[in-house]
């Protein structure tokens, strides 16, 4: 059996890949986190072919993201909604907004995020929510969890080395 | 020419995905961000066919997210860095680990993120920098930019709407 693609290594981001690794089906989720739900909202805003739309939007079914409910049925209509695990793509979808925003909008920012009550726009980035910090300070490294493979053993320091080895090493 | 994909309306997803919409592609700047800098390094690491590692590569490189430096001539080799929008990208990664860590990890988290200085598990959020709000606030909605196109301005209230849409309205 030919593989298509990369080997599951149990890498959460490769799992996350998975599902949405596809630029149509990330389209689909940062439409349906803004609101769509109808088969022809999706098709419009996205000007995608509906036999496309209609294979993606059932492989998000499957992967449990999204979930279908029939609404009319003369004529048959259904309608998405986002599964709790699809709405957390939700900082996906910022994290990459911001990104785009940062770099590939020499033009200036089309898309913003807004506090509706302040009128203020947000300035997105990723923190840890028991300190505070932002991750982008080289303090924070990924590190084997306690599901960790074989594989991603040797490819990351185990999680609990750190304090030990400020310990013992300063 | 047939368009093979969606139609660049300016959304600064669309435009991140146009560069990264692609499994292969985060995986690399996922070992990139996490050290790799050799081609044989990340082909081992992702177990991909030179051809194709060398061609996502080159990709990146043309798209300003990575920087090739030959640092031997006999035999050639090169090594990859991240420019700064490369490097950029490492909230996306984060988001993206958070979200497979929740729901796409049934047996346990296999990679995490962790302070090296206290050894301390992080979790990962997306927050306003400035009022530090978490973004999964309803509060924080989409709104159109300064350089929103007419398609966007249609589908986006505008950033201004909200303050004043609260003071005449309630």
Not at 10 to 16: A, F, I, K, T, Y
Not at 34 to 57: C, H, M, V, Y
Not at 91 to 117: C, K, T
Not at 127 to 132: A, E, N, P, T
Request: proline fraction near 7%.
């Amino acid at each position: 059996m030919k593989r298509s693609g990369p080997a599951d290594t149990g890498c959460p981001v490769l799992r996350s890949l998975k599902h949405v690794g596809d630029t149509w089906t990330f389209l689909i989720l940062r439409d349906a986190l803004a609101g769509a739900t109808r088969f022809d909202e999706f098709q419009k805003n996205l000007d995608i072919a509906p036999n496309i739309l209609s294979g993606r939007l059932k492989a998000l079914e499957e992967a449990g993201l999204m979930e279908r409910r029939r609404y009319s049925e003369h004529p048959p209509r259904d309608e998405y909604s986002l599964t709790e695990s699809g709405r957390g793509f939700k900082p996906v979808l910022q994290a990459m907004l911001a990104w785009g925003n940062r770099h590939f909008a020499p033009e200036g920012e089309s898309v913003v995020i807004v506090d509706r009550e302040t009128g203020k726009q947000a300035d997105p980035v990723m923190v840890d929510r028991i300190s505070g910090r932002q991750l982008s300070d080289p303090v924070f490294a990924q590190a084997a969890g306690p599901a960790a493979s074989e594989r991603l053993r040797r490819r990351y320091p185990s999680m609990n080395q750190f304090p030990e080895h400020r310990e013992t090493d300063r």
